[in-house]
């Protein structure tokens, strides 16, 4: 079956600092989203990638799928403490049908 | 955006009772509904996909006579968790697909956290 792998697991940043989160697929994928979850949260959606070689930016985050739409990437610039959390994608590889979560990168930034 | 919610958020209960959460989405119709359990610090399983006026399709390896999945209007479905175990004990979460065009977007509710003595 498919699977959605993320890298890495766990990432601990300065303040300031940029992060990056990699998501790979093991088949071709319709589509991607991204997820932010905080400690004792729940999973918030951040955005949905559809388009090979597509670039979307959320103020300090930047989200970009792969041109073969089989990997994605969040990157974050200059990290902040509010940023702190777990970072999750999901690909579909069908236009309706259920995502697959990767294992997710959580996020520790020291003031 | 669209909201989805859950209840309750917290239950806490003895082994071999039954437990039934509700999830909904209070603004958007949803004909498709997802169910999760996320172990601590670990990535969200999906257990099932709800659908709206049929039965619900089982992920490999979840027993569905164990976990009853029921979507009987487009605003609510629940998962009843039955003859609950120790081991049964995690979050569930709920999410609601909203689907137009290209775009399929999940969202999801707050989660119930389950305690089986």
């Known amino acids: 079956g498919q699977q959605v792998m993320q890298i890495p697991q766990y990432q601990h940043v300065q303040e300031g600092e940029d992060f990056t989160t990699y998501c790979n697929s093991s088949t071709t994928l319709s589509n991607i989203q991204w997820y932010k979850q905080r400690p004792g949260g729940h999973p918030v959606f951040l955005i949905q990638?559809?388009?090979?070689?597509e670039v979307k930016k959320q103020k300090r985050l930047t989200f970009q799928f792969g041109e073969a739409k089989k990997n994605s990437s969040l990157h974050i610039t200059a990290t902040q403490t509010t940023d702190v959390g777990t970072y999750f994608c999901a690909g579909s590889n069908t236009n309706a049908g259920k995502s697959t979560f990767g294992d997710g990168t959580t996020l520790t930034v020291k003031p | 955006g669209a909201v989805v919610s859950q209840h309750p958020s917290r239950v806490i209960c003895k082994s071999g009772t039954s437990v039934k959460i509700e999830c909904r989405s209070l603004d958007f119709q949803a004909t498709t509904m997802f169910w999760y359990r996320q172990f601590p610090k670990q990535s969200l399983m999906l257990m099932a996909t709800?659908?709206?006026?049929?039965?619900?399709?089982?992920e490999q390896g979840v027993e569905k006579d164990k976990f009853l999945i029921n979507h009987a209007s487009l605003t609510l479905s629940t998962l009843t968790v039955t003859s609950a175990h120790p081991e049964d004990s995690s979050f569930y979460i709920c999410?609601?697909?909203?689907?137009?065009?290209?775009?399929?977007?999940?969202?999801f509710g707050p989660g119930t956290r389950l305690t089986v003595l």
């Open positions: 990638l559809v388009k090979s070689g």
């Open positions: 709800s659908n709206e006026g049929s039965k619900a399709t089982y």
């Open positions: 999410s609601a697909r909203v689907s137009s065009g290209v775009s399929d977007t999940q969202y």
